[in-house]
């Protein structure tokens, strides 16, 4: 089936620093979104995007998170810097349409800031 | 049952048992995903019920949904141990033309088979 591949599988960075996590998304699609779990916890909405603009974020969505997709590439999660909390696992979805439709979620980015 | 600040719950049964996985949601939503998420893996949706919709079935997959008390369930039944995961609901609490933001809940350990 569609799969959604995210780069890499496990990211390590010293506090402080800059990370990109990177998502290929099912190639047809068109919204897309980041998501974050913490170890043991229920995954939560970060930001959904479309058109090559962030439509909806949340209060997690931090201002040192930026998302972009340039020229159709990598759909890429940034966090400039990164601070502790930031530790988690990311995932990245798509889905072709905007409502009522499955979304399709990568394996995820684990994230460890020390 | 799942849902908003509870934690991950867990449950062990053996193969051939049906199982019973329960979920409330807090507000308004259109639609009930049911993903299952394997070791190592992102979520995929296994199962999507519509506010319209009491029951829907998938194989040995049985979903129903009633909004009056905001809460649904997943049954599985005659379960084999390829059940073993981690299953979320998710609710698309979004405004009318808004785009897919799923909440998900706290999820629910299924072990089966030793």
């Known amino acids: 089936g569609p799969k959604v591949l995210q780069i890499p599988s496990h990211q390590i960075i010293d506090m402080g620093q800059m990370v990109t996590l990177n998502c290929d998304p099912v190639s047809n699609h068109l919204y897309f979104y980041w998501y974050k779990q913490i170890l043991g916890q229920q995954m939560e909405f970060l930001v959904n995007?479309?058109?090559?603009?962030?439509?909806?974020k949340s209060k997690l969505f931090k201002d040192q998170f930026s998302v972009e997709r340039p020229d159709g590439s990598y759909f890429t999660l940034k966090i400039q810097p990164t601070a502790l909390e930031d530790s988690a696992v990311y995932f990245c979805a798509s889905s072709f349409d905007k409502t009522n439709t499955e979304v399709f979620f990568g394996k995820g980015t684990r994230l460890t800031v020390v | 049952s799942q849902w908003g600040e509870e934690n991950l719950q867990a449950l062990s049964i053996q193969e051939g048992e049906d199982v019973t996985m329960n979920c409330s949601y807090k507000?308004?939503?259109?639609?009930v995903h049911w993903y299952r998420q394997d070791s190592g893996r992102g979520p995929a949706l296994i199962i999507l019920i519509r506010s319209n919709e009491r029951e829907k079935r998938s194989g040995r997959l049985r979903a129903t949904l009633d909004t009056s008390s905001q809460s649904g369930s997943l049954s599985i039944t005659a379960a084999q141990c390829e059940d073993t995961a981690v299953y979320f609901c998710?609710?698309?609490?979004?405004?009318?033309?808004?785009?897919?933001?799923?909440?998900f809940g706290a999820g629910t350990r299924l072990a089966v088979c030793p």
């Open positions: 507000t308004y939503t259109t639609v």
């Open positions: 995007f479309y058109n090559g603009k962030v439509m909806e």
């Open positions: 998710a609710t698309d609490a979004r405004l009318s033309g808004s785009f897919n933001k799923l909440t």
